[in-house]
């Protein structure tokens, strides 16, 4: 059985993965941010559109800060890069491949690490706050 990592606003940082404990204005542009899949036949259900507002970029190219936003869907995820997440609206669940289950809402904010593998399902669109940093 998947353990409960049910989360509340205003909780304490989650850390995804047992990776280590874990929020701009500008046009809409394409960046790195994830969950994303990682090949072309990983929509794994529903249509799971997204749309991206990085408002800053930094570090060499390195750093990326914004608002994400996701409609329903679920998709295979592979980091391979950090990001913090702070959830802003809607519901999402990540699973990682041996099956543990995190359920997030309005106000969780966690930690994904490099290397974590699973999926990523957007229930409820999501919009959320991220950082990302990729390995140098």
Do not use: Q
């Amino acid at each position: 059985a998947a353990a409960d990592h049910s989360r509340t606003r205003g909780r304490p940082w989650a850390a995804i993965g047992g990776g280590p404990a874990c929020t701009a204005a500008g046009p809409e542009v394409a960046c790195p941010s994830r969950p994303r899949p990682r090949s072309a036949g990983a929509l794994l259900s529903g249509e799971y559109r997204t749309r991206t507002w990085n408002h800053y970029t930094g570090e060499s190219g390195r750093l990326f800060c914004g608002i994400w936003e996701s409609t329903p869907g679920k998709v295979v995820i592979d980091y391979t890069e950090w990001e913090f997440c702070h959830l802003i609206e809607g519901w999402a669940v990540i699973t990682s491949e041996s099956g543990e289950e995190w359920r997030l809402g309005p106000g969780d904010a966690f930690m994904i690490p490099t290397g974590f593998r699973g999926t990523w399902e957007t229930v409820e669109t999501v919009r959320k706050h991220y950082v990302i940093l990729t390995p140098p």
